[in-house]
């Protein structure tokens, strides 16, 4: 068990396949289904934030005199391993592979359909 004064080390980051900017679909969760483009990625976490799914409210008190409160609605994050990369030319979600191109440069590309992403 840790003392208050020990500390748990953060972990290692993971290496993700999904980019900020990607198009994922939620293939998990009570959002399953939806579609939206990651924000943000997390890789020690190993947790992505996606635009318009997950959403959570917060209801801040006012920080100055004659201010109101307010109730603001904001994305939280969501595994990894609840999205999956959807390819908006040929609608469907697919696992990304990591190769090297015949040049010696890393790209990624659909397992399902071989379509390019970079």
Do not use: C, W
């Amino acid at each position: 068990m840790l003392d208050a004064k020990q500390t748990k080390k953060p972990s290692l980051p993971v290496k993700m396949r999904i980019r900020k900017g990607d198009t994922v679909q939620i293939i998990n969760g009570k959002e399953k289904g939806k579609t939206g483009e990651v924000l943000k990625t997390m890789p020690i976490e190993n947790r992505v934030v996606v635009k318009g799914i997950n959403l959570r409210t917060r209801h801040l008190k006012p920080t100055q005199e004659g201010e109101s409160g307010r109730i603001v609605t904001e994305e939280a994050s969501l595994h990894a391993s609840n999205v999956m990369f959807y390819s908006t030319q040929k609608k469907v979600a697919s696992r990304i592979e990591v190769f090297i191109d015949k040049d010696g440069s890393k790209k990624r590309r659909l397992k399902k359909t071989g379509e390019l992403i970079d």
